[in-house]
């Protein structure tokens, strides 16, 4: 399936990208929505694009290559900001926590149940921890905390326990096949391994304590009246972000204080039926906007 930005429409009316502005995606992947804030900063605004995955970026050069040097991409963790922005320097940071189709797609990546392919798991092909270690070599009572965890899987024990008897296993199509008998059977909308595969990838690439870290760094970088767009694709990563907006809406009782955020999206904005329609994949989706004051 071709990469399709998620919420593309949505994304843009939050950032509400504007000439000559400076805005930052700090999950760029293929470019999708970084074309978008482009061409409407356009003729001059500039964008910094940051991924992990060096596949992404290089397909993310090409798709923003007409743009020239108002584009900067940049092999990092969003949680580097720090070096490569001022404070108080952008007009937008846009943080798109989901898998791109580029990712999901290749099985060699080892994300996805649905092609066989290794027990990978990681944004940066560099990084030390891949799922293969989880699976085959964390203790049960670990494995299972995981599960329930990262996973809110309520079959996390019995799933562990059934991945310990199996080892070694080598393959998605190997993990999801036990954790499938597991369970016992297909749940009604979702593949049974779906949860477990989800708790493997934030626990491999350290995805909530990234989110931790990158939202107050966010804020830093903008601008007051800069925006903050995140994406988020499960209950624990909006839970954060809904979490660190509101704890930042109003003073803490020292009358020094004021607020730093204003609310745009009281509520999260989920994707059209159409759009979930055209793309299966945003159903879950769930964006959140915040202004700095």
Not at 87 to 108: I, K, M, N
Not at 127 to 154: Q, S, T
Not at 247 to 270: F, I, M, Q, S, Y
Request: aromatic share 6%; with cysteine; charged share 25%.
């Amino acid at each position: 399936m071709a990469h399709v930005p998620v919420l593309y429409n949505e994304v843009l009316a939050g950032l509400q990208p504007k000439p000559g502005g400076f805005y930052i995606d700090g999950t760029v992947g293929a470019g999708g929505h970084a074309a978008g804030i482009l061409e409407r900063s356009g003729p001059d605004g500039r964008l910094l694009g940051l991924d992990r995955d060096p596949a992404a970026l290089e397909v993310a050069r090409a798709a923003l290559a007409c743009f020239g040097e108002r584009v900067q991409l940049e092999r990092a963790s969003y949680t580097e900001l720090a070096r490569y922005v001022a404070e108080g320097s952008a007009d937008g940071v846009l943080l798109d926590l989901g898998l791109s189709s580029l990712q999901l797609d290749d099985p060699a990546r080892g994300f996805a149940f649905r092609h066989d392919g290794p027990l990978d798991m990681r944004y940066d092909p560099d990084a030390a921890l891949n799922a293969a270690e989880i699976v085959n070599e964390w203790p049960l009572d670990e494995l299972a905390d995981l599960l329930y965890r990262y996973g809110e899987e309520r079959h996390s024990r019995r799933i562990a326990r059934a991945i310990v008897a199996a080892r070694p296993l080598r393959t998605t199509g190997e993990l999801a096949k036990v954790v499938a008998r597991a369970v016992g059977g297909r749940r009604a909308k979702i593949h049974p391994a779906t949860r477990t595969f989800q708790a493997l990838r934030i626990a491999v690439n350290g995805e909530l304590e990234a989110l931790q870290t990158v939202l107050p760094l966010a804020v830093r970088v903008l601008k007051p009246g800069g925006r903050l767009v995140v994406i988020s694709f499960h209950s624990l990563e909006d839970r954060i972000v809904k979490r660190f907006i509101r704890a930042h809406l109003r003073p803490d009782g020292d009358a020094k204080n004021v607020p730093t955020l204003r609310e745009v999206t009281r509520k999260p904005v989920e994707p059209a039926e159409a759009e979930i329609a055209a793309n299966p994949r945003a159903r879950s989706a769930r964006l959140r906007v915040a202004e700095k004051v």
